[in-house]
């Protein structure tokens, strides 16, 4: 098995990774060319040394596979020297999930990142052969995705230790909000935990978190990485500093959901993705009013003239 780029001991997928939107064209299109723009800018420009491709905040319920694995080919290529590409692989169809990991294999990710199946409410065993299933089809590191808000099944600590024996499990994203759950896997499996929840990022590495997933890290990816290196090196004051300069944005992505705030918040930084496609709207004036309202708060400059002119008025 290979290691990813930005590997390290104790993080086998980097520190800031970014769930990277999916660029459209004004027809609502898969659009290749800025989708590898984006990619370098988030790496280069950003700070992000992985981006999550084909994952929630990247519309993988309604991207087609052959979209999937266009944008996985064309995202490798632009940085995958440079950064780790992980490629969403998971659904609720454990055929459908192996794949598109062997997809993502082919089309050089450098790991996956496997959700747990929604919907069908599996129980334990059925994750833990679900999850098995996707591991075996590639020679890829896989990072599971624990999100019982969206799927609503968690992956239980028993299960998370039993999958943590596979060689090829090495991560958990966690969106479960159990800082507890989360400490007893760490202390006793070699899983690295990776914040899947903005907000959470502080709390979690304070309980042993190597890094982050981050949908913020669009617009503020180098803040994250101040925040992890101060909370490293000890400086908590620093690291508490960071977090509450980004309560706005915070705030800000809670109000609407990922994909709208990320695909808003980069236009107003003057970066167009194109608007999400349904059953994903676009966002409201009000809500974009508001976006800009606490992104201005959060010190971001904002060239978006019309959102600018807007706030000027309130």
């Not at 794949?99 to 994750?127: F, K």
């Not at 020679?139 to 028993?158: C, G, K, T």
Request: hydrophobic share 40%.
């Amino acid at each position: 098995m290979t290691d990813c780029p930005t590997a390290a001991p104790g993080r086998p997928f980097g520190r800031v990774l970014t769930a990277m939107v999916t660029p459209f064209d004004e027809d609502g299109k898969l659009d290749v060319r800025l989708a590898q723009e984006l990619a370098a800018y988030l790496v280069d420009s950003i700070g992000n040394d992985g981006l999550v491709v084909n994952g929630t905040t990247g519309e993988s319920p309604t991207t087609t596979d052959d979209e999937k694995q266009r944008l996985l080919r064309a995202v490798v290529e632009a940085v995958g020297d440079r950064a780790t590409v992980v490629a969403g692989a998971g659904t609720n169809n454990t055929e459908h999930s192996v794949e598109l990991a062997r997809d993502a294999e082919r089309a050089g990710a450098h790991g996956l990142l496997v959700v747990t199946p929604y919907y069908s409410r599996p129980p334990q065993e059925g994750l833990l052969q679900h999850f098995r299933a996707v591991a075996d089809a590639t020679e890829l590191p896989v990072m599971l995705y624990d999100i019982p808000p969206r799927s609503v099944v968690p992956i239980q600590v028993d299960t998370l230790k039993r999958l943590a024996e596979h060689p090829r499990i090495r991560a958990v994203k966690d969106s479960k909000h159990d800082l507890l759950a989360g400490s007893e896997a760490m202390a006793s499996t070699d899983l690295a935990y990776y914040s899947g929840e903005d907000p959470l990022n502080l709390p979690w590495l304070s309980v042993g978190a190597v890094g982050f997933v981050s949908v913020i890290g669009h617009i503020v990816g180098d803040r994250l990485r101040r925040m992890l290196d101060a909370h490293e090196s000890g400086d908590i004051t620093t690291a508490r500093e960071v977090h509450n300069g980004l309560l706005p944005v915070y705030r800000a992505m809670n109000g609407v959901g990922g994909v709208i705030f990320a695909k808003t918040a980069m236009r107003l930084c003057g970066y167009e993705t194109g608007q999400p496609r349904l059953p994903l709207p676009e966002a409201t004036e009000e809500q974009v009013r508001l976006i800009t309202s606490d992104l201005w708060d959060a010190g971001l400059v904002l060239v978006n003239p019309d959102a600018a002119a807007e706030v000027n008025q309130l």
